[in-house]
C-alpha cells in the first residue's frame, strides 16, 4: 500500500517539462550543488560543490565543457549550497553571491554568504583567482536552520534565503541590502512560510531557488519537484498561477537551478558513483497540460 501510494504522489505532482538539452558535467563537478547563468560572458554557466571542497567556483556550459576553476579569495568553504548572480552590494558590477548556509544537523552558530565580482573565466580552462569576497555573517533568530537555497532580489538587492524545510516547514528569509554594512553577525528573522509541504519520501527537501531577470517570477526547486512564486513589493511570495513541475526521475540528485531565459531553466545534479554530474535545460508548462 506504501509503495502504490508513493507513486499515486508522484504522479500527481505536476507537469512534465520538456528536455531541451542535457550533458554530464566534468568529474571536478561531481557534487554540483548550484548553478548561475553568466550576465557577462554568454552561454557560460557557474556552478560549485557541495561539502568538501575548497573555495572554488567552475565554469562551464550547457555541453558540460570543462571552462575552468575560480578560487575565491577571502572565502572560506565549510557547506557550500547555491550560488546566484545579481548586482554587487557595495559596487556598481555584477557579483557572484554564494550561501555557505548548509547545515544538515542544525549545528552552525552562524552561516556566511559571499558576495564577489564575477570573475573571467580562466584562460585555457586553466586555474585564476578572483577578486577578495566580501562575506555576510547571519545567524537566524528561531535558531540554526539548514538552508540550500539563495536568490538576490534585482530590484531592492536584498539577499533571499530558503530553507530545506528540514524542521517541518520550509521558511524565507530576507536580509537587506544595508546589512552588508555590518561589521557584526546580522540576525535574520523568517519573512514567511511558504506553501511548500517537506515530504522526504518524495524528495521534497528544497535544494535550490532562483529570480527571473525581471525579478517578477521565483522558482524554488526540490529533488524532484519546481514551484513558481511572485515576489510582492515587501519580499513575501505568492504562488503563481504556473503550476508546479515535476522533474522526478530526470537528475541522480538534483540540486541547482538558474533562469537561462524568461521560460527556459538551467538544472544541475550532483552525480553517483554510477553517472557524472549533470546539467539539463528544461521549459516547464505554463499551464496544466490537457489529458
Known amino acids: 500500500m506504501a509503495v502504490i501510494l508513493l507513486l499515486f504522489a508522484l504522479q500527481r505532482a505536476g507537469t512534465i ?13 561531481v557534487e554540483s550543488s548550484g548553478v548561475a547563468v553568466s550576465r557577462v560572458h554568454p552561454g557560460l554557466l557557474w556552478t560549485h560543490n557541495d561539502s568538501g571542497d575548497d573555495a572554488y567556483v567552475y565554469a562551464t556550459d550547457l555541453a558540460g565543457t570543462d571552462r575552468g576553476t575560480v578560487r575565491i579569495r577571502g572565502a572560506k568553504a ?15 558590477a555584477t557579483c ?38 566580501a562575506a555576510l555573517r547571519l545567524k537566524y533568530s528561531s535558531g540554526p536552520d539548514d538552508v540550500e537555497a539563495i536568490y538576490v532580489g534585482p530590484r531592492d538587492g536584498a539577499v533571499y534565503l530558503v530553507s530545506k ?4 516547514v520550509v521558511r524565507l528569509y530576507q536580509v537587506p541590502r544595508s546589512a552588508w554594512g555590518e561589521d557584526t553577525t546580522v540576525t535574520v528573522t523568517a519573512l ?22 525581471d525579478g517578477r517570477l521565483v522558482a524554488v526547486r526540490t529533488y524532484t519537484e519546481i514551484y513558481f512564486f511572485v515576489p510582492e513589493a515587501d519580499g513575501r511570495l505568492t504562488p503563481s498561477r504556473q503550476p508546479v513541475c515535476n522533474v522526478t526521475g530526470l537528475e ?20 553517483s558513483q554510477r553517472k ?15 489529458e
Open 192 to 213: 514567511q512560510d511558504l506553501p511548500i509541504k517537506p515530504f522526504t519520501a518524495l524528495g521534497r527537501l528544497v535544494t535550490g531557488a532562483a529570480i527571473r531577470r
Open 165 to 168: 524545510g528540514r524542521r517541518g
Open 78 to 92: 565549510v557547506d557550500w549550497e547555491d550560488i546566484t548572480l545579481a548586482g554587487c552590494p557595495t559596487q556598481r
Open 252 to 271: 541522480v540528485q538534483g540540486e541547482g537551478i538558474d533562469f537561462l531565459n524568461d521560460s527556459t531553466l538551467v538544472l544541475t545534479s550532483e552525480g
Open 96 to 133: 557572484l553571491y554564494i550561501a555557505d548556509t548548509g547545515d544538515n544537523n542544525n549545528r552552525r552558530k552562524s552561516v556566511v554568504v559571499y558576495a564577489v565580482p564575477e570573475p573571467a573565466p580562466p584562460a585555457d580552462s586553466g586555474t585564476a583567482r578572483s577578486a577578495r569576497a
Open 276 to 290: 557524472p554530474a549533470s546539467v539539463h535545460s528544461v521549459r516547464c508548462p505554463a499551464r496544466q497540460r490537457e
Open 17 to 29: 517539462p520538456d528536455v531541451l538539452t542535457t550533458a554530464a558535467l566534468p568529474r571536478r563537478m
